[in-house]
């Protein structure tokens, strides 16, 4: 099953998009006494933004309720929607893969697609059965059809039913009501997005998008026509060596092998490149440790950055520590300055 939605399924917590009606001046009246303002004001405090209490036995409805209106983002088209730009075609020992049906340009969104399924990320062969009968019989067909994995990793031995959920799901935090992660995560299966294959160097990255409830896919780099689209399935991957990423990977996902052109490289590329993710593992780890003036820190970033452009690694990176994903994703903010502006210095 995916892990990386930690980082890369990350929710884009934005507010609610309906905007909370006015409320009028609290007023005297017979429903207020006057003693009652600090009441009418917290009242008005509440109306911008309030989770309602919703007694349990309504909140499979409501989210119903709520899921069908959800509105869809005004910049989805048709196309994001229904027809990504990609093909379905065989890639051998990797099974199915997402090939770019034409040029495609970094930051385009390539598809938002609902979950087939939401499901708890452990369940017993019965829950899935009954949850699986559930459901209609498209969206079983749909969900038959995707890859099973049979490899020795943390998905042999299962059913039909929760083998194809750990080989094609998303493991997703799911957001707060106040925007912070619950630390619950749940288990989604996107039926077009799971034909996209990992890659240790991906093209595109993922990201789950709550107010629409929709997976979205970008293009984090331009993709030519012909070309297989990849996500990352895991965090982290960056700091660790081709063993450690075949490791995780097969816990995950059954999947032995990392065909990914980084771990298929010859011997002598693959021990550069773990060379180069040891250092990025050492640099971003020296961090944690504190200290380094403003000078020094800046010349560790642009060492990271230059590995990283060795690596071909175009995502943004998750080192495993998210005050310095944060750190690092503002020195990227102030390497790419709004065009015609200068770069800031690290003296500045
Ligand atoms: C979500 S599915 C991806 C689509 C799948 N290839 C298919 O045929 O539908 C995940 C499975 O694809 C295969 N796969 C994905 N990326 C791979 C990679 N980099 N190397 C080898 N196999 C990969 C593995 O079997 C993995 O369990």
Redesign the pocket.
Same mark, same amino acid.
């Not at 020992?93 to 893969?97: C, P, T, W």
């Not at 092998?257 to 990914?260: A, G, I, N, Q």
């Given at each position: 099953m995916f892990r990386s939605a930690a980082r890369a399924c990350r929710p884009r917590i934005t507010p609610l998009r309906t905007a909370p009606r006015a409320v009028p001046a609290p007023r005297r009246s017979f429903f207020w006494s006057s003693s009652s303002s600090s009441a009418a004001a917290s009242a008005t405090d509440l109306a911008a933004n309030h989770v309602p209490s919703v007694a349990p036995d309504l909140l499979p409805l409501l989210f119903g309720v709520l899921l069908a209106h959800a509105a869809i983002d005004e910049s989805d088209d048709e196309k994001t929607l229904h027809c990504p730009p990609w093909k379905v075609e065989s &890639?051998g020992?990797? %099974? &199915? %893969?997402a090939v770019a049906a034409r040029d495609i340009k970094r930051g385009e969104r390539l598809i938002s697609e609902r979950p087939l399924c939401c499901w708890p990320n452990n369940i017993s062969a019965e829950e899935a059965k009954r949850l699986f009968e559930a459901m209609s019989e498209q969206e079983q067909a749909a969900f038959m059809a995707? +890859?099973r994995?049979d490899?020795s990793g943390g998905v042999t031995n299962l059913d039909e039913i929760r083998a194809r959920r750990a @080989?094609?799901g998303f493991s997703i935090p799911l957001p707060a009501a106040d925007g912070s992660m619950m630390g619950k995560s749940v288990a989604m299966v996107f039926p077009r997005i +799971?034909?996209?294959?990992?890659?240790c160097a991906p093209n595109a990255a993922q990201a789950m998008n709550f107010i629409t409830f929709r997976m979205e896919v970008y293009a984090i780099t331009d993709i030519p026509a012909g070309t297989e689209i @990849?996500i990352e399935?895991v965090p982290s991957l960056i700091t660790a060596s081709a063993l450690e990423r075949r490791q995780k990977l097969r816990t995950s &996902? %059954? &999947?032995d092998? *990392?065909? *990914?052109p980084v *771990?298929a490289a010859s011997p002598a590329e693959v021990e550069l490149s773990d060379s180069r993710r040891r250092e990025i593992k050492a640099i971003s780890g020296s961090f944690r440790a504190g200290g380094g003036n403003r000078e020094a820190n800046w010349a560790k970033m642009t060492r990271i950055q230059q590995l990283l452009d060795e690596e071909g690694y175009r995502g943004l990176p998750d080192f495993g520590d998210p005050s310095f994903n944060h750190a690092f994703a503002v020195f990227r903010t102030m390497l790419s300055p709004a065009q015609g502006s200068t770069p800031l210095s690290a003296s500045s």
């Open positions: &890639f020992d990797k %099974g &199915f %893969g995707l +890859a994995t490899g @080989t094609n +799971a034909r996209i294959n990992h890659s @990849t399935y &996902f %059954g &999947f092998r *990392c065909l *990914c *771990c």
